[in-house]
C-alpha cells in the first residue's frame, strides 16, 4: 500500500555523466516496494529559488533500483535529463523529500517459470537489478541481456554480478559485447529455448521489438512501460496506454494498472 513518507538524503553518487543513484532513508517503502514498483518525488522542494508556487508543481516519478529493509533504505537510479530530474541531483545528504509510494503494479514475479530473461537498457534497468536479486535470493535462474549505445552508457552489470546473474551486453558502436540491439542477443537464447519467461523495461522502441520477439516464440513476456506521470494515482490521466483489440479503441493508466503489463495487452 502506497503511503507519503518524508525521506531523507543518505548519498548521492554519480555513476555515469548525467546518471545517480540516489539513497534515501525511507524505511516504510524499504518494507514494502517491489520490482517495478516506483516512487513520486517532489523535487520542487529542492528549489530554493523564491517563488509563491512549488516549482515544479508536480511530482516526478522514479523507479526502485534497490531496497534494503532491515537499513530502512531505498535507491533510485536516474537520469538527469528533464527540468525535475536535474533538480534531484542537487539534493545533498540532510535534505528531506516528500516521497509517495510504492506505486503501481511490478513484476510478477511468482509468475515467472525459469529460465527467466530480464531485458532492458537505459534507465530501464534499474527495476531489473531490483528483480535480479529476488530471483537469485530464491535460486530462480535468470540472465540479463543489457543494451547501450556504447560501453561508457552501461551501467548495473556489477550487480547483476554480485547477485550471480549473468549479463550479456549488446551497444550501437560494438564498444562492449555485440554489436547491435538487445534483441540481437536475446534472439539466440530463445531459437536454444533456453528462456522461458521475460521481463523487459527500457524505451519503447526496444519494447517493441521485444514483444514483436517474443510473440514469434509465443513466450510470455512482461513489459514495464514509459509514461509521463504526473500524480501517479490515475486521476489525471496523462499516462494512459493503448491496450490491444478490436473495436473502439480502449486505455489503461500506467501509474496504476501498469507499469508492467502482459506483452500481448498493449499496443506500443
Known amino acids: 500500500m502506497a503511503s507519503l513518507e518524508t525521506g531523507v538524503v543518505v548519498a548521492q553518487e554519480t555513476i555515469i555523466p548525467g546518471h545517480f543513484v540516489l539513497t534515501l532513508a525511507a524505511p516504510g517503502i524499504s518494507r514494502t516496494g517491489r520490482p517495478g514498483q516506483f ?8 528549489n530554493k529559488l523564491p517563488h509563491p508556487l512549488a516549482d515544479p508543481f508536480w511530482r516526478r516519478a522514479f523507479g526502485l533500483y534497490r531496497v534494503d529493509p532491515e537499513a530502512g533504505r531505498v535507491d533510485i537510479l536516474y537520469r538527469a535529463g528533464g527540468k525535475g530530474s536535474r533538480l534531484l541531483a542537487l539534493a ?23 529460465p527467466v530473461a530480464l531485458v532492458g537498457g537505459g534507465t530501464g534497468v534499474p527495476p531489473l537489478v ?10 530462480i535462474p535468470a540472465k540479463a541481456y543489457i543494451g ?21 551486453v549488446s551497444t550501437d558502436d ?41 510473440s514469434q516464440f509465443k513466450l510470455p513476456a512482461y513489459l514495464s512501460v514509459e509514461a509521463y506521470m504526473a500524480c501517479g494515482r490515475g ?5 494512459a496506454v493503448r491496450l490491444a483489440g478490436d473495436g473502439e479503441p480502449r486505455y489503461a493508466n500506467a501509474c496504476t494498472d501498469g507499469p508492467v503489463f502482459r506483452s500481448e495487452e498493449v499496443v506500443l
Do not use: H, W
Not at 531490483?130 to 535460486?139: D, T
Open 39 to 46: 516512487v513520486m518525488i517532489d523535487v520542487g522542494a529542492i
Open 92 to 114: 545533498a545528504p540532510g535534505d528531506k523529500l516528500s516521497v509517495l509510494g510504492p506505486l503501481g503494479n511490478g513484476f510478477p514475479l511468482e509468475e515467472a517459470e525459469a
Open 130 to 139: 531490483f528483480a535480479g536479486r529476488v530471483f537469485a535470493s530464491r535460486g
Open 148 to 168: 547501450g549505445r556504447s560501453a561508457n552508457q552501461l551501467f548495473g552489470l556489477d550487480d547483476f554480478a554480485a547477485c550471480g546473474v549473468p549479463v550479456q
Open 174 to 214: 560494438g564498444s562492449a559485447g555485440v554489436r547491435g540491439v538487445v534483441t540481437d542477443i536475446l534472439r539466440p537464447d530463445l531459437e536454444a529455448l533456453e528462456v522461458r519467461t521475460v521481463f523487459a523495461c527500457g524505451p519503447t522502441p526496444m519494447l517493441r521489438a521485444v514483444q514483436g520477439l517474443v
Open 235 to 239: 486521476l489525471c490521466l496523462g499516462c
